[in-house]
């Protein structure tokens, strides 16, 4: 079964915009008939935004938790991608101004993007003007296509495009291979806009100031700042309970912490972990990791110690205390040993 996700906006108004679930039938083929049917019989005082048809069930549903008037986080599972999780394993912020909204990340898949914005619709009627990535890797850029299928810009590092168009395939079929026939409208987006250095977006008596950072979790992470409630958005830069990843270098991550961690706000949101956390507290587990790594691997090259041995080793006890240590904790110490060898 297939059920058509209508969004109507008042032309009058294009802030008053709703999202309803219609019946489409038992093929896709019908629903996108019955989506047409649809769009035709809106009203001549409103506007058809979008009515994507999605398989009845595969929409995950999103609960968003309101940390700060206006600031919503979801948090993701601790998982993997798999068929039951559809690519919900990362955490995704929506900050509501008072002409427009922002998403922050967008989910691993269609799905879980198309079950946001359904969430988003329970919580205001304007429309998503921006979709930033914090980075390239999947769990947080998946859903990009989808959200800004209604008009938003996608904004993300200058260094992002490229790094998705590098390892689009192999991330799509990997997502493809691990959540199943549910992956299937999903498709990566292009950034609209590349941030250098920095730049701020208003939302409307609501301006947010985004930053693109040196290599650190990966070579494209950008963070996000709401001045009005103090909520500082890390993406990945921040980790709580799920193992910190690097893939891309764990002296630019140690560096770029030490300049976040000077930022005052009054709460941080990582891309892995609870929705909103004391700022710079809860960085102390993950830079106690990333630096016991850091201390391991210098002593393991400086006595010799073959690769193979060090990927097995280093990093693995601290690792222990985070979920995820398997499968990351192996590739981590490897991603280390190889920085660090030719210091
Ligand atoms: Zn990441």
Not at 227 to 248: A, C, K, M, Q
Not at 307 to 335: K, V, Y
């Amino acid at each position: 079964m297939f059920e058509v996700l209508l969004t109507v906006c008042l032309l009058a108004d294009p802030a008053a915009c709703r999202t309803e679930r219609h019946d489409g039938g038992a093929t896709r083929e019908a629903c996108a008939v019955e989506a047409g049917r649809l769009a035709a019989a809106v009203g001549a005082d409103q506007q058809a935004e979008r009515w994507p048809c999605v398989a009845t069930g595969t929409t995950p549903s999103i609960a968003l938790t309101e940390i700060a008037p206006g600031v919503f986080v979801h948090q993701g599972h601790h998982a993997e991608f798999d068929p039951h999780n559809l690519g919900d394993v990362a955490n995704i912020g929506v900050v509501v101004g008072n002409r427009s909204v922002a998403v922050i990340d967008a989910g691993g898949s269609a799905a879980v993007a198309q079950g946001l914005l359904a969430a988003i619709r329970e919580i205001t009627a304007l429309p998503i003007s921006h979709v930033v990535l914090t980075h390239m890797h999947p769990d947080h850029s998946f859903g990009a296509a989808t959200l800004a299928a209604g008009g938003a810009e996608i904004i993300g590092h200058a260094k992002l495009e490229r790094a998705l168009a590098a390892r689009r395939e192999h991330y799509l079929a990997r997502a493809r291979d691990m959540i199943g026939p549910a992956f299937a409208e999903t498709d990566l987006a292009t950034p609209d806009l590349a941030v250098e250095d920095s730049t701020e977006i208003d939302l409307g008596g609501r301006v947010l100031q985004l930053v693109a950072h040196a290599t650190a979790h990966t070579d494209n992470d950008l963070t996000v700042y709401d001045r009005e409630s103090g909520t500082l958005f890390l993406g990945d830069l921040l980790f709580l309970g799920h193992l910190p990843v690097i893939d891309g270098s764990v002296l630019g991550w140690l560096t770029v912490l030490d300049r976040l961690e000077a930022q005052p706000a009054r709460r941080g949101v990582p891309g892995h972990g609870p929705v909103a956390v004391a700022w710079p507290e809860a960085a102390g587990p993950m830079r106690a990791y990333l630096e016991t790594l850091v201390s391991e691997a210098r002593a393991a090259i400086e006595a010799g110690m073959p690769i193979g041995e060090a990927a097995e080793t280093l990093g693995h006890r601290s690792a222990a205390a985070w979920l995820l240590a398997d499968p990351f904790a192996a590739r981590n110490a490897l991603t280390v040993y190889k920085e660090l060898e030719w210091e």
